[in-house]
């Protein structure tokens, strides 16, 4: 009989009951194996097996100190930081070696080289001593006895400003205006300017002004009676030695230069109101002056509600060159620049009392509506209230008369399109704001710049345009307008003639300018001295970069003549407006206006809810 079992090592074992095998037998078969087992070496798991848990083999360790690791998970870290450090100098130097293609930023568009050489205009401009990084070669300093030369006037250092145009006379109503439209300009494409790499430049040129205006009258106190309206004279009628008369530098004048003020000038007034609130806009980030130029702005503001005239009806000077029409437009323009520098309230409802619009020409064409000037600062005010129902929309009481302003603001832009015949246009296809006056050109920038602010704004607050009667018109159609009418001036017309100064090869030679007419060659020509210069057919010895000329006339025709100011005389105000539409055209179109910035002070329109009611308690 046969038993059957499983052998331990995996195979059957068969166990014979019937075997003769005796035990001792067995018991030396058992001993025969074991020697033959203990002759061979046994592996590890074979002596764990027949010996038992016995003691396991130390590993290698490594002491760094602040911590024991095991030496080979510490040559394996070791090896893999230095093969990472051989891989990435590897891939280092492949970059280093391998030729690249550098990507340069896209050169500036006509606008901004444009822009860059307009602002050039001031520094050439600059009256009093002047800074060392000036810039511009062949002016100096000039006219440093400008208040003293003149016993008449209580202002005894009115040094600085600007020069207005060819002549060295400084008339504050164009000059005020001329800083006004900087300001806006800066305010709304502040980034557009530091993309330039002009925002310091033209923030340092509207202070050049504003820090003269404060010079022009009690900027401490609160009220005033009187103001400096010019500096300089400019009477041809006689021979007595003046601005006009005299063919000099500014750096060599030697006569006596007259003070003009006013008592009654609320135009004047209003529009250096307009200036310093403006500028307060721009340099808010400098309390101390800021502030400054807000309290010049109320105390001139006030003084030109108090003391009603205009600034030229006393004076044949100011009549002659700067004739003031009206100064129901300074109001509403004074009104609303102060609104926003100041916040307060009285301000806008004075600028949107409706009878004050009808006094301003708001509610009614003729053959200057919708022309932004010097003169008339109507179409400004318009647009920079519609700017108001835009984005902030008040409501009651004002949004009647805002809405009408917005309405108004639409129908003169309407009139600059070539669909409509408001204004005539040359064959090259400049618009005839003036139609067809000298010096066109300073009333087509002005309307270039508030045509694209104003298709700014609609793009800002998402308003795909505007209706001219039964039509719409997209808000690109203003666009092509300015940029139309700005590459006319910067070249594209008839003559191939850009009449900005030292853009494009073919620009004015002959300016009628005394400083760029003169050589700078340590002579000094006296008053009669220097007509040799004037009357001269030879080109300036002087450029005077970033100069825009009067302009052509209406049949496209120009002569580079520089005794024939209405052709080659360049201005102050043109040159302002110049800045803000080619600023406002600049850069791409990703670059939008500032929304902000000019609310500033402005507190929200509605009051706060109150906060709720405590819990209530038994």
Same mark, same amino acid.
């Given at each position: 009989?046969?038993?059957?079992?499983?052998?331990?090592?995996?195979?059957?074992?068969?166990?014979?009951?019937?075997?003769?095998?005796?035990?001792?037998?067995?018991?030396?078969?058992?001993?025969?194996?074991?020697?033959?087992?203990?002759?061979?070496?046994?592996?590890?798991?074979?002596?764990?097996?027949?010996?038992?848990?016995?003691?396991?083999?130390?590993?290698?360790?490594?002491?760094?100190?602040?911590?024991?690791?095991?030496?080979?998970?510490?040559?394996? #870290?070791?090896?893999? @930081?230095?093969?990472?450090?051989?891989?990435?100098?590897?891939?280092?130097?492949?970059?280093?070696?391998?030729?690249?293609?550098?990507?340069?930023?896209?050169?500036?568009?006509?606008?901004?080289?444009?822009?860059?050489?307009?602002?050039?205009?001031?520094?050439?401009?600059?009256?009093?001593?002047?800074?060392?990084?000036?810039?511009?070669?062949?002016?100096?300093?000039?006219?440093?006895?400008?208040?003293?030369?003149?016993?008449?006037?209580?202002?005894?250092?009115?040094?600085?400003?600007?020069?207005?145009?060819?002549?060295?006379?400084?008339?504050?109503?164009?000059?005020?205006?001329?800083?006004?439209?900087?300001?806006?300009?800066? @305010?709304?494409?502040?980034?557009?300017?530091?993309?330039?790499?002009?925002?310091? %430049?033209?923030?340092?040129?509207?202070?050049?002004?504003?820090?003269?205006?404060?010079?022009?009258?009690?900027? #401490?106190?609160?009220?005033?009676?009187?103001?400096?309206?010019?500096?300089?004279?400019?009477?041809?009628?006689?021979?007595?030695?003046?601005? %006009?008369?005299?063919?000099?530098?500014?750096?060599?004048?030697?006569?006596?230069?007259?003070?003009?003020?006013?008592?009654?000038?609320?135009?004047?007034?209003?529009?250096?109101?307009?200036?310093?609130?403006?500028?307060?806009?721009?340099?808010?980030? =400098?309390?101390?002056?800021?502030?400054?130029?807000? %309290?010049?702005?109320?105390?001139?503001?006030?003084?030109?509600?108090?003391?009603?005239?205009?600034?030229?009806?006393?004076?044949?000077?100011?009549?002659?060159?700067? =004739?003031?029409?009206?100064?129901?437009?300074?109001?509403?323009?004074?009104?609303?620049?102060?609104?926003?520098?100041?916040?307060?309230?009285?301000?806008?409802?004075?600028?949107?009392?409706?009878?004050?619009?009808?006094?301003?020409?708001?509610?009614?064409?003729?053959?200057?509506?919708?022309?932004?000037?010097?003169?008339?600062?109507?179409?400004?005010?318009?647009?920079?209230?519609?700017?108001?129902?835009?984005?902030?929309?008040?409501?009651?009481?004002?949004?009647?008369?805002?809405?009408?302003?917005?309405?108004?603001?639409?129908?003169?832009?309407?009139?600059?399109?070539?669909?409509?015949?408001?204004?005539?246009?040359?064959?090259?296809?400049?618009?005839?704001?003036?139609?067809?006056?000298?010096?066109?050109?300073?009333?087509?920038?002005?309307?270039?710049?508030?045509?694209?602010?104003?298709?700014?704004?609609?793009?800002?607050?998402?308003?795909?345009?505007?209706?001219?009667?039964?039509?719409?018109?997209?808000?690109?159609?203003?666009?092509?307008?300015?940029? #139309?009418?700005?590459?006319?001036?910067?070249?594209?017309?008839?003559?191939?003639?850009?009449?900005?100064?030292?853009?494009?090869?073919?620009?004015?030679?002959?300016?009628?300018?005394?400083?760029?007419?003169?050589?700078?060659?340590?002579?000094?020509?006296?008053?009669?001295?220097?007509?040799?210069?004037?009357?001269?057919?030879?080109?300036?010895?002087?450029?005077?970069?970033?100069?825009?000329?009067?302009?052509?006339?209406?049949?496209?025709?120009?002569?580079?003549?520089?005794?024939?100011?209405?052709?080659?005389?360049?201005?102050?105000?043109?040159?302002?407006?110049?800045?803000?539409?080619?600023?406002?055209?600049?850069?791409?179109?990703?670059?939008?206006?500032?929304?902000?910035?000019?609310?500033?002070?402005?507190?929200?329109?509605?009051?706060?809810?109150?906060?709720?009611?405590?819990?209530?308690?038994?």
């Amino acid at each position: 009989m046969s038993m059957y079992g499983r052998d331990p090592w995996g195979g059957p074992l068969e166990i014979n009951a019937a075997d003769s095998a005796t035990d001792d037998d067995r018991s030396r078969n058992l001993q025969d194996y074991d020697r033959a087992a203990l002759s061979r070496p046994l592996d590890e798991t074979q002596q764990s097996w027949l010996l038992g848990p016995g003691e396991q083999k130390k590993k290698k360790y490594v002491d760094l100190g602040c911590i024991i690791v095991s030496r080979k998970i510490f040559v394996w #870290t070791v090896g893999t @930081i230095l093969a990472a450090g051989l891989l990435a100098g590897f891939i280092t130097l492949i970059v280093k070696t391998v030729p690249r293609h550098h990507h340069h930023p896209p050169p500036p568009d006509n606008y901004t080289v444009a822009l860059h050489k307009a602002l050039m205009f001031f520094n050439a401009q600059r009256s009093g001593k002047l800074p060392k990084h000036n810039n511009v070669s062949w002016r100096g300093n000039s006219c440093l006895n400008d208040g003293k030369s003149d016993s008449g006037t209580i202002f005894k250092d009115l040094v600085g400003g600007y020069y207005d145009a060819g002549d060295a006379i400084k008339f504050n109503f164009p000059q005020s205006f001329a800083m006004t439209m900087l300001s806006w300009s800066v @305010i709304e494409y502040s980034a557009k300017y530091e993309a330039a790499g002009e925002l310091n %430049h033209i923030k340092e040129i509207i202070k050049w002004g504003t820090d003269y205006f404060l010079k022009t009258f009690n900027s #401490t106190a609160d009220s005033i009676d009187r103001l400096v309206m010019q500096v300089g004279s400019g009477d041809t009628s006689g021979q007595t030695p003046n601005d %006009h008369y005299c063919w000099m530098r500014p750096e060599d004048i030697d006569y006596k230069r007259t003070v003009a003020e006013c008592h009654s000038c609320s135009d004047l007034a209003s529009e250096m109101a307009a200036a310093l609130a403006s500028a307060s806009i721009v340099f808010k980030d =400098n309390k101390a002056y800021s502030q400054k130029l807000v %309290h010049g702005a109320k105390t001139l503001f006030k003084f030109s509600r108090d003391q009603r005239g205009r600034y030229s009806a006393g004076s044949s000077e100011a009549a002659t060159f700067y =004739n003031s029409t009206s100064y129901w437009d300074e109001f509403v323009w004074g009104a609303s620049w102060l609104y926003y520098a100041t916040g307060n309230s009285s301000y806008l409802q004075l600028a949107t009392t409706p009878g004050l619009a009808k006094h301003a020409g708001a509610f009614w064409g003729g053959p200057y509506y919708g022309v932004l000037s010097w003169d008339n600062k109507l179409a400004g005010s318009q647009v920079l209230l519609s700017r108001l129902r835009l984005f902030l929309n008040p409501g009651y009481p004002y949004e009647e008369i805002l809405r009408t302003f917005h309405n108004q603001t639409g129908i003169f832009m309407c009139s600059f399109l070539p669909d409509f015949t408001t204004f005539n246009r040359t064959k090259g296809g400049l618009i005839q704001l003036n139609h067809g006056a000298p010096q066109p050109l300073q009333y087509v920038v002005n309307a270039a710049f508030l045509a694209t602010v104003f298709s700014d704004y609609l793009d800002a607050a998402d308003t795909p345009g505007w209706y001219c009667g039964p039509h719409f018109y997209q808000t690109s159609v203003l666009r092509k307008f300015a940029e #139309t009418q700005i590459n006319y001036i910067l070249g594209k017309n008839p003559r191939k003639m850009s009449y900005v100064v030292g853009v494009g090869n073919h620009y004015p030679k002959h300016v009628h300018h005394r400083g760029a007419s003169i050589p700078k060659n340590k002579v000094k020509y006296n008053c009669k001295g220097g007509w040799k210069w004037r009357d001269s057919k030879k080109p300036d010895p002087n450029t005077i970069v970033g100069a825009m000329v009067a302009g052509p006339d209406r049949h496209d025709g120009f002569h580079d003549v520089r005794t024939n100011y209405n052709y080659t005389e360049p201005t102050l105000a043109g040159n302002a407006g110049l800045v803000a539409a080619l600023v406002a055209l600049s850069g791409d179109r990703t670059t939008k206006i500032d929304k902000n910035t000019i609310f500033s002070a402005v507190p929200p329109m509605f009051p706060t809810p109150p906060p709720p009611p405590a819990p209530w308690k038994p």
